[in-house]
């Protein structure tokens, strides 16, 4: 599947409105996108700088699907999240199973640094209704008793946590919230 840069880049310059723009460099992206069981499937995304010719300003277009910085659709990292946090499969096994049912091929340690990187991301958009509650989802209660908040694969400073409650949202999924 081929995508050429004028389906998805905007027809103006974004920062004065011109309808007065030229490519000057472009590339190829091969990304892995979802297939079936038996068709594996790549999209070959051009990607292109354009310059406007009334303002001098130079844009790259990002098509929203394919995000900048990996080799696999949005719809794959989602899916692989998905798994992960809602059905509480290993990285293993989600590279498993995207194998068996959407022949994409990728290497656990791929979902396990999406796991880490993304982690954030995903929970944010899982509580859009209450995006507060991300951040209360982005913390870890040990098993002494003290806390500490995940930032962006970051170990936040252990506080003693007097009260938590935690709510099922999942198999192997809990809400956890308390006070500091
Ligand atoms: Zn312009």
Redesign the pocket.
């Known amino acids: 599947m081929k995508i050429s840069t004028h389906q998805y880049a905007p027809k ?7 309808g ?2 030229a490519i000057r460099t472009s590339h190829k992206r091969t990304i892995s996108e979802l297939g079936n069981i038996i068709t594996e499937l790549f999209v070959e995304l051009h990607v292109a700088t354009f310059e ?6 130079k844009y790259t277009p990002q098509h929203p699907d394919y995000p900048k910085g990996y080799e696999y659709s949005r719809s794959i990292i989602q899916t692989a999240l998905s798994l992960h946090f809602q059905d509480n499969v290993s990285g293993n096994r989600i590279a498993a199973q995207l194998a068996k049912y959407f022949s994409v091929q990728m290497l656990p340690k791929t979902i396990y640094s999406w796991i880490n990187a993304l982690t954030e991301d995903f929970m944010k958009s899982e509580f859009k209704a209450e995006p507060e509650k991300a951040l209360e989802v982005y913390k870890a209660l040990m098993i002494d008793g003290t806390g500490f908040s995940l930032g962006n694969k970051l170990l936040g400073k252990k506080n003693d946590v007097q009260l938590s409650s935690a709510v099922k949202l999942s198999d192997g999924i809990y809400l956890l919230t308390w006070w500091e």
């Open positions: 103006a310059c974004p920062s004065c409105g011109s007065e723009i406007c010719e009334n303002c001098r300003n």
